[in-house]
């Protein structure tokens, strides 16, 4: 089974002015992020505002990304929607289409018990190949319900196909307790970038970064320097990116990177898929004025 590791890329969803799924600015970001050394990518994750697009859509996305990327690197597809049913067509679709993987975010807005996460993780693993792997997703902050440990040790020895987790909230101290389950054999990738460098020193195996697809030099970089075991740079270029990322997430991320990458002329439109906000024009000038004052593509150590 392929696994996440390095710089996972949770592409945003490229939409046409019209509101529906802009394939040609989707394979020119697929294409962007290869070409920059990313290393693994995840549509219709939380930066591709997966919530908000409907299942056909997800479906349409994950097949556009598949093909485009054509196994130049793993693409692992996200899956997790508002009901088990859902997330189950969406997973059985992502090993049908040549997927390498899927990620499946805890269910969202109702209070789920240790005992009811288990059993639709246990539902999804189950739905599809025994060899197909799978990935947990916690990002409390947004999803309401949390990953424990106990709950990825239930998961993972119930279903040998469920290898990891992305966990997104900020918590070191849950992130090392996460790489204990199955006695360290658990993959650990953070969502928070500015621990990128520290989780991984500790065992964790990568990064997954929307910051990443709008200064990928800076992200391989960090990457080559973490893999070459180069802490000294690797610090150095984290404090870089932890400013940069600062500004791009300042007010709306996933807004930010749109304008940046449709002025880097890889998508045709900014739009957001509502009622996700796009940013305000003294907004956009404000961000790429920053950006540009910072030489924001410069690897500044």
């Known amino acids: 089974m392929k696994k996440l590791s390095g710089v996972v890329i949770p592409l945003v969803t490229p939409l046409t002015e019209d509101d529906h799924i802009d394939r040609e600015s989707l394979e020119k970001l697929t294409d962007y992020c290869i070409d920059g050394g990313m290393t693994c990518l995840y549509p219709c994750g939380t930066t591709g505002e997966m919530m908000y697009l409907t299942v056909e859509e997800r479906k349409q996305v994950a097949e556009i990304v598949v093909k485009q990327a054509a196994g130049r690197v793993p693409v692992f597809v996200h899956v997790g929607a508002w009901n088990q049913k859902d997330t189950i067509e969406l997973a059985q679709h992502a090993a049908k289409i040549g997927a390498d993987g899927i990620g499946v975010v805890t269910p969202s807005f109702y209070a789920i018990s240790d005992r009811g996460l288990v059993n639709y993780y246990k539902a999804v693993a189950c739905s599809v190949p025994a060899d197909f792997p799978v990935y947990m997703y916690g990002i409390k902050q947004n999803a309401i319900n949390d990953l424990n440990k106990n709950v990825c040790q239930q998961v993972a020895e119930a279903c040998p196909n469920v290898v990891g987790v992305k966990y997104s909230f900020p918590d070191m101290t849950r992130l090392q307790e996460l790489m204990t389950v199955m006695d360290g054999k658990f993959e650990v990738l953070v969502g928070p970038d500015h621990l990128f460098e520290a989780v991984c020193a500790v065992g964790g195996k990568g990064v997954v970064s929307g910051n990443a697809m709008c200064i990928r030099e800076h992200y391989a970089a960090l990457w080559k320097a973490i893999q070459d075991s180069d802490y000294e740079l690797a610090t150095k270029l984290q404090?870089?990116?932890?400013?940069?990322?600062?500004?791009?997430?300042?007010?709306?991320?996933?807004?930010?990177?749109?304008?940046?990458?449709?002025?880097?002329?890889?998508?045709?439109?900014?739009?957001?898929?509502?009622?996700?906000?796009n940013l305000t024009e003294?907004?956009?000038?404000?961000?790429?004025?920053?950006?540009?004052?910072?030489?924001?593509?410069?690897?500044?150590?």
């Open 239 to 277: 404090r870089r990116t932890n400013t940069l990322n600062s500004v791009m997430c300042a007010i709306n991320n996933i807004a930010a990177y749109k304008v940046i990458l449709k002025r880097e002329g890889i998508l045709a439109t900014t739009k957001m898929r509502r009622p996700m906000e």
């Open 282 to 301: 003294e907004q956009e000038k404000d961000l790429l004025d920053t950006l540009d004052k910072m030489k924001f593509h410069e690897v500044l150590i």
